[in-house]
């Protein structure tokens, strides 16, 4: 059972485009929600996390807005660039009760130059 | 400061086998979890090291299983490989024990091919 449900499962944008990836979960005892960019061959690195008590976070070009009461959160990049062509992982998990990640199926992100 | 490290970076071993795979976390970390890649898929949770005990387990047979060092690092051990075992084995790294919602960090991870 996924706790965490991704799309789309891969997308293609323009350089200098926004690339727009969502999702949603079920368990409202999550307290933590990051992203994760990947590359072939590598592990995940971190990217941004969110907790509930705000709606968007922004670091450089890349953007999580959050909606508690639709249990869905979304990352947004801006004016992509090829070498933001990776797979991206969200995730969530529950503080104070386990520290277990459960991860999103992913989405491989291609921009075009 | 070096990062979580995992060795090894590549392994093949036939069905019914067992293997081992080393991290070691980032400094000053104390927790150290494990997750499994398959091939297009998320990472899924294995186990969770603190304190030298596993503290929570995913939805992984008896065959896996680890240990944690007083120097935090960790390994993890499959006996009795399936195919299905084939994946990236991931190490995560994170400090201030398992009840503290922290940045995990990640290592590079290791590929197991089961043949």
């Known amino acids: 059972q996924q706790q965490v449900k991704q799309s789309p499962q891969s997308l293609i944008v323009q350089k200098g485009g926004i690339s727009i990836i969502n999702c949603a979960y079920e368990?409202?005892?999550?307290?933590?929600f990051p992203w994760y960019q990947q590359f072939p061959g590598k592990g995940p690195a971190l990217l941004i996390a969110?907790?509930?008590?705000?709606s968007e976070k922004k670091e450089g070009r890349f953007t999580i807005s959050f909606n508690k009461s639709a249990k869905q959160f979304s990352l947004h990049i801006m004016d992509s660039q090829p070498g933001d062509s990776a797979t991206y992982f969200c995730?969530?998990?529950?503080?104070?009760?386990?520290?277990?990640?459960?991860f999103g199926a992913g989405t491989t992100v291609t921009v075009r130059a | 400061d070096a990062g979580v490290t995992q060795s090894p970076t590549h392994l093949i071993k036939t069905r019914g086998q067992q293997v081992t795979l080393r991290c070691s976390p980032k400094?000053?970390?104390?927790?150290v979890s494990w997750y499994q890649q398959a091939l297009g898929q998320g990472p899924q949770f294995i186990f969770q090291?603190?304190?030298?005990?596993?503290?929570q387990r995913g939805n992984f047979p008896d065959r896996f299983s680890g240990h944690q060092f007083p120097n935090y690092s960790s390994e993890l051990n499959v006996n009795a490989l399936l195919l299905g075992d084939s994946a990236l084995y991931l190490c995560?790294?994170?400090?201030?024990?398992?009840?503290?919602?922290?940045?995990?960090?990640f290592g590079q991870g290791t590929r197991l091919t089961v043949v």
């Open positions: 995560a790294s994170s400090p201030l024990g398992p009840l503290m919602n922290t940045e995990a960090f």
């Open positions: 368990n409202t005892a999550f307290d933590y």
């Open positions: 969110i907790r509930p008590d705000v």
């Open positions: 995730a969530a998990s529950r503080g104070g009760i386990d520290y277990k990640l459960s």
């Open positions: 400094s000053g970390h104390d927790t």
């Open positions: 090291y603190y304190e030298e005990e596993e503290r």
